[in-house]
């Protein structure tokens, strides 16, 4: 009888283990993923002096705007918040998106490799949040379910927030044309 | 590419009426040979019977010389069977030359296709959806360009040599379908596989990963391994999920795609592919139907992603 119930304890504290080792796991998982979009944005953002050198001599653009551009590239090299790079990436797509209406700054050639990085970056961004989300669902999902739910709150595993595109989204549909 | 009802009544108007002939003198060749081959046998049964009455000690022989010869037949015809389709003589090579090739040229007339010809070992083995075979045999090639886009799409089977406890060999079908070559405009510095959900991930190489995808419905028929996880997530968007789903549920069709370097390859598991049956109506609609869905269903699907893949800068 005793047998038996040793055999049980190992079981169930191997069982443990191993929802342990997968949170521990898929958590990595999500810093891996966190520093993916990290890595994407600040490859873009490295672009961005470049971007205002060639866009500010044709675009109607206010200096204060610039100078906040480059404030925000600042504060997320030394933040590293998705959500400030989100912001700070939004800005960038507005220029990108407003210098449609300059022909002669979409003639320049130096101008036009910056865009074809740059929309490289963003798709490789897209792909890099969406890898990013399904990690973070993974992760919730496990941490949620019966009986790791238990494991996890004795840890003290938390929820980690997927990346809304909303407000990113609702600030590019306010951009005049 | 045109409507399959365009095709079909393009196919019936210019050969489906000379090959209805075809096939009824096919049919009463068939069944003539039949009987004569039945008489025949049941003659040869009738004297060995008798043989073995007047000699009964030579019984015994006498039926397994007939099982021997019976089996002898049955290999030699199953093993020219494997090497040539449809061995239903002259209907079948006819319906080839005339239905299917009309059917491809109406479908596209951009598309040629040869009965004859067929993809390579070496060009199947590079889509590594296996992890070898014995034998292989393709025929019924189709090859031109859709658009800018070189295919050639052809029918393959791959069989594997089993042994059993008692050494007794045999062959099993790994693969019969349709298998296609795509020539990409852009070169894909990474490995894609995207295999039938559950399955034994044949072919895949040791540097790539299962890949987790953002779509439940497409996770539960198809699983993604790469090398390179953004590069997946940048040609597998979310439209071209929900068509590669749109397909499968259309035709209840399990298939596969590789894609490596500027090729993809693409296979559909869908057994034997324009072969006439002459105890069917030479313009069968069903059978030309299901060819037209599973040429249609490899053309688009590849030709969304391709569309995604040459847009895309890497």
Partial sequence: MIYYLVIVLILIIAYIIRQYNTIVRMSKAINQARSAIDVYLTQRFDLIPNLIECVKGY??????????????????????????????????????LNAEQY???????????????????????????????????????????????????????QEAELFKAEDEAQDNVNVQL | ??????????????????????????????????????????????????????????????????????????????????????????????YKQKIIKTFIKAYDENLDYDPNLGISPSEYIKGQFDDGFDRFCSEDLIKGNIGETKIKISEVQTEIIREDEDGNKSYSVLFHGMFGIIELEQFVPSKIFIR??????????????????????????????????????????????????????????????????????????????????????????????????IINSMFNISKKITDIINKKDF
């Fill in chain 2, 196 to 293: 039938e959900n559950r399955s034994k991930a044949h072919g895949i190489t040791i540097d790539c990963e299962k890949v987790e995808l953002d779509s439940l419905e497409f996770e539960k028929r198809f699983d993604v391994y790469t090398n390179d996880k953004i590069q997946a997530m940048r040609i597998l968007t979310a439209d071209v999920m929900t068509e590669m789903l749109e397909y499968y549920n259309e035709n209840k069709n399990v298939y596969e795609i590789t894609i490596i370097g500027n090729m993809l390859y693409i296979r559909f598991k869908s057994g034997s592919m324009f072969e006439g049956n002459i105890f069917k109506s030479a313009v069968d609609f069903d059978a030309l139907k299901k060819n037209y869905d």
């Fill in chain 2, 1 to 94: 590419m045109n409507k399959f009802n365009d095709i079909y009544v393009k196919v019936l108007k210019e050969s489906g009426e000379e090959l209805e002939q075809l096939r009824k003198i096919q049919i009463n060749r068939t069944i003539k040979t039949s009987i004569v081959v039945s008489i025949i046998i049941i003659m040869l049964l009738a004297v060995a019977i008798r043989f073995a009455e007047l000699v009964p000690e030579m019984l015994m022989i006498t039926v397994l010389g007939i099982i021997a010869i019976t089996l002898r037949i049955f290999v030699f015809k199953s093993k020219i069977s494997f090497y040539k389709k449809g061995s239903q003589g002259d209907f079948n090579s006819e």
């Fill in chain 1, 59 to 96: 675009m109607e653009y206010e200096k204060e705007t610039f100078v906040k551009i480059t404030e925000m590239r600042t504060q997320y090299l030394n933040t590293k918040d998705l959500k400030e790079g989100a912001n700070l990436n939004n800005e960038c797509n507005k220029i990108l």
């Fill in chain 1, 103 to 157: 022909p002669e700054l979409k003639a320049s050639e130096h101008f036009l490799n910056l865009q074809k990085n740059l929309s490289r970056m963003e798709d490789q961004l897209q792909a890099a949040r969406r890898i990013y989300n399904v990690e973070v669902t993974q992760y919730n999902t496990k941490i949620n379910v019966i009986p790791t739910n238990i494991i996890a709150k004795y840890i003290g595993a």
